[in-house]
């Protein structure tokens, strides 16, 4: 395989398949303030492109950290990582990861002058965990706690921070959004760790797959992709969500099938299921946010 040029190596360092994870939480977030009448066009595109930006760093610092303690090899057989393959200097992707952190905060300062202390403490979480997610004395998907970041940042924070910002409140709606996309962003990671199980243990990267084993990567997959829609069903039977979320139900058909297609493959084969499980989260999100439109 040729290696890419320049432009092409940089935009698959950002893993494009992966950025509807750092979009979605924001529109429904969105969604969720303007069901309240406080719909605010600036602070919710600040958030959309603040959010990217951490997202893009993530993924910048966790080709450069990955690279540095031998996660990523020759042996991998997930998607080409920029550094591993030399299409980007590791000094360089380093600076890149700092660039992008500086980018989003100053976006952050923005959103800081609109939310105060909470998005203050909010945005210095995500940044710190930008970068100890797999760098750092103990990164946080070194140890088994990938998982639990990618949902209280991506799912729980983000949803909630971006209402904060909107409407200075976090109605009970915004909890349960927050919840189901953090479940389904965390859908997208157990299948990467599924896949790169055997090369994270011979790296020591002690992910929930490799710590519990296949079956039980399998059965988070499924509680992940399928816990959003009990949890929509549950909030609109007991009053706390309007009727219109059952329209997520659209996407349950996605969902199931995700479901059936990873317990049955493993190895390189998961590497469709990545993007596979982006799209329910995708479709989930966009189909959440028509369900808020009042």
Not at 3 to 21: C, E
Not at 59 to 65: G, K, V, W
Not at 238 to 261: H, N, Q
Request: some cysteine.
């Amino acid at each position: 395989m040729s290696p890419p040029g320049v432009m092409t190596a940089w935009w698959l360092a950002t893993r494009p398949k992966t950025l509807a994870a750092g979009i979605v939480p924001v529109l429904v977030g969105t969604a969720v303030a303007q069901m309240h009448g406080g719909f605010q066009l600036l602070p919710a595109f600040a958030c959309i492109i603040g959010s990217l930006l951490i997202q893009i760093a993530t993924n910048l610092a966790n080709d450069y950290f990955d690279h540095k303690k031998g996660a990523d090899t020759e042996a991998r057989i997930g998607p080409a990582r920029a550094v591993q393959k030399g299409w980007i200097a590791p000094r360089t992707m380093a600076i890149a990861t700092l660039f992008c952190l500086t980018l989003a905060l100053l976006v952050g300062l923005y959103l800081i002058n609109i939310g105060g202390w909470p998005i203050a403490a909010i945005g210095v979480a995500s940044l710190v965990c930008a970068v100890a997610y797999t760098g750092g004395p103990v990164p946080l998907a070194y140890v088994g706690l990938g998982d639990l970041f990618v949902f209280l940042f991506f799912g729980l924070a983000a949803v909630g921070g971006t209402v904060f910002v909107q409407l200075l409140y976090v109605p009970q709606e915004a909890w349960i959004a927050g919840a189901c996309i953090g479940l389904l962003a965390t859908a997208i990671l157990v299948v990467n760790n599924l896949r790169d199980r055997e090369t994270d243990e011979v790296a020591n990267k002690r992910t929930l797959a490799v710590r519990f084993g296949p079956k039980v990567a399998r059965t988070e997959h499924m509680l992940c992709l399928i816990m959003p829609y009990v949890l929509i069903g549950g909030a609109v039977m007991t009053g706390i969500a309007p009727l219109g979320w059952l329209v997520t139900f659209v996407s349950l058909p996605l969902a199931v099938k995700e479901v059936r297609d990873v317990n049955q493959k493993d190895g390189p084969a998961l590497n469709v299921h990545l993007a596979g499980a982006a799209r329910v989260e995708l479709v989930f999100g966009l189909l959440l946010c028509v369900g808020s439109w009042q």
